[in-house]
C-alpha cells in the first residue's frame, strides 16, 4: 500500500504570501496526484489532479508540480478563504481506489 | 448544478447495521461512477468504495470488505451504502462523491455531498 505523507502538518503564514506545500508518496504514483482543499465544515473540493492539472473553476493562484514520489501544492498569493486544511491523494488504476495524505493546516499567521 | 445529498446517518450500536442514501441531481447520474469516502471525527479522509457507473462492478477498501455493501438505482438517481457489523471505528462522517470522469472511473473526486454522521456506540 502506498502512503502519502504531507509536510508541514501546519503552515502559518499571512494574506498575501506564497504558501508551498508538500506530498511525498512511499513508492512512485507517477503523476497519479491530486490536492484538495477542506474548509471547516465543508465537504472536500478537489483542486489540483494528475499533479498539475487544475479542475474546473479553480482560481490559477493554485498550481501543482511534480512526478514519481515527490509533488507540490504551491498558492502564489494568499486570499482569506485559502486558510483551510489541504489534502493530496493518489488514485489507483485497478482495482480502482484512493489513499490520502494525512493533511495540512494553513492557518493565518 | 451538480448535487449529492447524503442521509441515513445516526447513532447505532456496535454490530448493528445502518443503511445511507445519496441523490444525485444536476448531471446525468447514470454516466458516473460513484464513490463513498468518510472521515472520522477531526481526522483526514479515508477511500472507502467505489461503483461503477452501470452498477455492475464495485471495490472496496479492506477495512470495509464484506461488512459494507455498495449498490445504486440509477431509475432514482440515488446510491447506497449498507453498513453491517459496524465497529465504533467505523464513526465517521460519510460523503459521497462523484468520479470526475465520465463512463469510466479515474478515482479524483470533483463533486461532494455535505456528509451524514455515523456515530458507532454502546
Known amino acids: 500500500e502506498i502512503v502519502l505523507t504531507q509536510s508541514p502538518a501546519t503552515l502559518s503564514l499571512s494574506p498575501g504570501e506564497r504558501a508551498t506545500l508538500s506530498c511525498r508518496a512511499s513508492q512512485s504514483v507517477g503523476t497519479y496526484l491530486a490536492w484538495y482543499q477542506q474548509r471547516p465544515g465543508q465537504a472536500p473540493r478537489l483542486l489540483i489532479y494528475?499533479?498539475?492539472n487544475r479542475a474546473t473553476g479553480i482560481p490559477t493562484r493554485f498550481s501543482g508540480s511534480g512526478s514519481g514520489t515527490d509533488f507540490t501544492l504551491t498558492i502564489s498569493s494568499l486570499e482569506p478563504e485559502d486558510f483551510a486544511v489541504y489534502y493530496c491523494?493518489?488514485?489507483?488504476?485497478?482495482?480502482?481506489?484512493?489513499?490520502f495524505g494525512q493533511g495540512t493546516r494553513l492557518d493565518i499567521k | 448544478q451538480v448535487q449529492l445529498v447524503e442521509s441515513g446517518g445516526g447513532v447505532v450500536r456496535p454490530g448493528r447495521s445502518l443503511r445511507l442514501s445519496c441523490a444525485g441531481s444536476g448531471f446525468i447520474f447514470s454516466d458516473y461512477a460513484i464513490h463513498w469516502v468518510r472521515q472520522a471525527p477531526g481526522k483526514g479522509l479515508e477511500w472507502v468504495a467505489v461503483i461503477s457507473y452501470e452498477g455492475s462492478t464495485k471495490y472496496y477498501a479492506d477495512s470495509v470488505k464484506g461488512r459494507f455493501t455498495i449498490s445504486r438505482d440509477n431509475s432514482k438517481n440515488t446510491l447506497y451504502l449498507q453498513l453491517n457489523s459496524l465497529r465504533p471505528e467505523d464513526t465517521a462522517v460519510y460523503y459521497c462523491a462523484r468520479d470526475i470522469l465520465r463512463s469510466g472511473w479515474y478515482s479524483n473526486f470533483d463533486s461532494w455531498g455535505q456528509g451524514t454522521l455515523v456515530t458507532v456506540s454502546s
Open positions: 491523494q493518489q488514485r489507483t488504476t485497478w482495482p480502482p481506489g484512493a489513499t
Open positions: 494528475d499533479a498539475s
